[in-house]
């Protein structure tokens, strides 16, 4: 019943899901699970944390100060890991259906894509 | 440098926000910036402005919200587009006309080219950019709109000879459209040749409106020409053509609404379909009154203009309805309905204070205003002195009442503001909600300021508004537009109400509510507007009176503020 939730706050969960990070480590992470596709901003993600927080799915861990700035690690709540186990478990089948429906789609053409 | 910029930029968020997530706010901009950067770049910039305004807002709260301002952005930008074509059109063709040209026509005309600048910007250039000069254009239509109510030759007046500003329909139209695009990020439509598609219909659009404009009536291009012995003006009336994409858009939103809802429960649709019916309906608003004083013909005119009055009306509510499902009264907090009254009241007086002193309007209204923004600003920073500010704000314009016969309706509006704002007060939070209320507020501030006796100035001409012309309900409703103040009022009296009560006692005080605000709606439509006003005013006393002594029985713990009253 729960609604499918947005990409980037799939990614945001998911860089969490490696171990508790702060709001930097959160967005180069992301960065990378996207192949560079998407840069969160700073005011994008914390209005994302500040949501999943007051959800329950994330949590502040501890904190930091480097070069006197501020760094608040956040982590993935048992609740945030069900969530992203869900709908991780939606995606990947979701993926393996589309898969099986191009292979059958593409199965003719196969045989002649492999003398060429 | 870079962090002093960054924590200025971070002033758009509420106090609370960035007491929470302030430090590491920056501390995150800072890890992320390149080696001597020394000012924030444009997409930090307009990320932290639009999340900030967002958080003020509420609207990062509710996802339904959030999808409709995406959903609703691209449709925002059509329209702004047909408009800035029609204003720009319009004015252009006045200077070639050889009308007469105050710095305020070339303003307008600026803020058009600027919008429509934004418009293709928001088309063909990056995201961020186009969202910084949405808001460059906002931020001008709206500064300058209030600047025009300063200085007296720009003013609105049914004087065809002094008003060339912007109209107030107008303008709430840029005002919420505006807002519609400039926080809709990441909106629905992400391809430049479906955009530039839009920006070139809506300027399409806006040339097929304005080909009539040199025609004596041109009703169906929504402008037309008055003659007044040597001269000859030309008038915008929005009514023509850019009512039907309005409508139409609209009408599909609702469609695929209501599809949306059916299949999977989402309200994005429905969100982006409510905020545009403002703007839509502000747009269709003709000026029947002035239009009949000018000797404009009628027909189309007033037909479409009767229709739109009660989709206002029914607008606003739905808006509100909706605002309250989604939590907006959880957004403004506790305190909700004295933050909603005084917001409204400071809004409206901060708008009509200079526009009366500058016309010479010297009446008890005057001190009204002053009053009202005076308890507004206490309500923030000396709430014990709310009371004693409001009260007599309130008397000021029953004054009134006695004094101009004529300008009733606003003097009632402003009357019904004390009570309404003292039934809250014990509410008080530690931080009221200003910047949410400021902006509802900014928003209907245009509205009201439509009412004809508003504008008119002169009292002879106030008393001579044609109301026998318009005799029945809805002609009454069309030129009487503070009759949708009580949508907000009732609200506040509802959620007030259902503060104080709780659940089990909550629908009595929404009868309760609906009940006073259905008769006070009657009589004033009914023309008998000193006997309601009394009634009224009795009435809230007593109510807030019945309130007092039921909250006393049902709530046994005061958690806010002592009380002051």
């Known amino acids: 019943m729960a609604q499918s939730i947005q990409e980037p706050t799939f990614l945001i969960l998911t860089a969490l899901a490696g171990g508790p990070l702060h709001g930097y480590g959160v967005i180069t992470e992301v960065t990378a699970l996207s192949a560079g596709r998407l840069t969160l901003r700073a005011g994008t993600l914390y209005a994302a944390l500040d949501r999943l927080t007051t959800a329950g799915q994330v949590a502040p861990d501890h904190e930091e100060v480097v070069d006197g700035r501020l760094r608040r690690y956040y982590r993935l709540t048992d609740s945030g890991a069900a969530i992203l186990a869900e709908e991780a478990d939606r995606l990947a089948r979701n993926a393996a259906e589309a898969t099986a429906r191009l292979s059958a789609r593409t199965s003719p053409a196969a045989p002649r894509l492999a003398t060429t | ?565």
């Open chain 2, 1 to 565: 440098m870079l962090e002093r910029r960054y924590r200025a930029l971070l002033r758009a968020y509420p106090s609370e926000f960035r007491a929470e997530h302030g430090d590491q706010l920056v501390a995150t901009l800072l890890d992320g910036a390149r080696p001597g950067q020394t000012h924030p770049t444009l997409g930090d910039t307009a990320d932290l402005v639009g999340s900030g305004l967002r958080r003020r807002l509420g609207l990062d709260r509710h996802a339904g919200v959030e999808t409709g301002l995406r959903l609703a952005a691209p449709v925002a930008l059509f329209l702004l587009t047909c408009l800035s074509g029609v204003e720009l059109m319009t004015r252009g063709w006045e200077l070639r006309a050889g009308f007469p040209a105050t710095w305020w026509v070339y303003f307008v005309a600026g803020t058009t080219v600027v919008w429509l600048v934004a418009a293709l910007g928001w088309a063909v250039l990056p995201r961020t950019v186009g969202r910084v000069l949405v808001g460059v254009a906002l931020a001008g239509t709206v500064s300058g709109q209030f600047v025009s109510g300063l200085t007296s030759t720009t003013l609105f007046t049914n004087d065809p000879n002094q008003g060339r500003s912007m109209s107030p329909a107008t303008f709430g139209a840029y005002a919420l459209l505006g807002a519609v695009a400039f926080l809709g990020t990441r909106d629905s439509v992400t391809r430049v040749p479906v955009r530039l598609l839009a920006v070139a219909g809506g300027l399409g659009w806006a040339a097929l409106s304005v080909t009539d404009l040199t025609g004596r009536g041109g009703i169906p291009g929504g402008v037309f020409r008055w003659d007044a012995g040597d001269h000859s003006y030309g008038y915008v009336k929005l009514v023509g053509y850019p009512l039907l994409p309005a409508l139409c858009a609209l009408a599909a939103m609702v469609a695929a609404g209501l599809l949306a809802h059916r299949r999977r429960g989402a309200s994005g649709w429905l969100w982006a379909a409510a905020v545009l019916l403002l703007p839509a309906t502000w747009l269709a608003m003709p000026w029947f009154l002035t239009l009949d004083d000018w000797g404009a013909e009628g027909g189309t005119f007033f037909l479409s203009g009767h229709a739109t009055a009660p989709l206002q009306l029914l607008g606003a509510a739905g808006v509100l309805f909706l605002a309250v499902r989604s939590g907006a009264t959880r957004a403004l907090g506790a305190g909700a309905v004295t933050t909603v009254a005084l917001g409204v009241g400071a809004a409206v007086s901060a708008v009509l204070l200079p526009f009366q002193v500058a016309n010479g309007d010297l009446t008890p209204m005057l001190a009204g205003h002053a009053l009202m923004l005076l308890a507004a600003a206490a309500w923030r920073w000396w709430p014990a002195a709310v009371p004693y500010l409001a009260v007599p704000a309130s008397a000021a314009f029953l004054a009134m009442v006695w004094w101009e016969p004529s300008r009733t309706g606003m003097a009632l509006a402003g009357v019904l503001l004390a009570p309404v704002a003292l039934a809250g007060l014990r509410e008080r939070p530690a931080r009221p909600a200003v910047w949410s209320v400021a902006a509802v507020a900014l928003l209907l501030a245009p509205l009201l300021f439509t009412v004809p006796e508003m504008v008119f100035t002169d009292p002879a001409a106030g008393a001579a508004g044609g109301a026998e012309a318009f005799a029945t309900l809805w002609g009454y409703l069309a030129v009487t537009v503070p009759a949708l103040v009580i949508v907000p009022f009732a609200l506040a009296v509802f959620v007030g109400a259902d503060r104080v009560l709780r659940a089990d006692r909550g629908m009595l005080w929404a009868l309760v509510g609906l009940f006073g605000g259905g008769t006070w709606f009657l009589l004033v439509t009914l023309h008998g507007e000193v006997v309601p006003t009394v009634v009224l005013i009795v009435a809230a006393g007593a109510g807030v009176l019945l309130a007092r002594r039921l909250r006393a029985r049902a709530v046994v713990r005061v958690t806010d503020t002592e009380p002051v009253l």
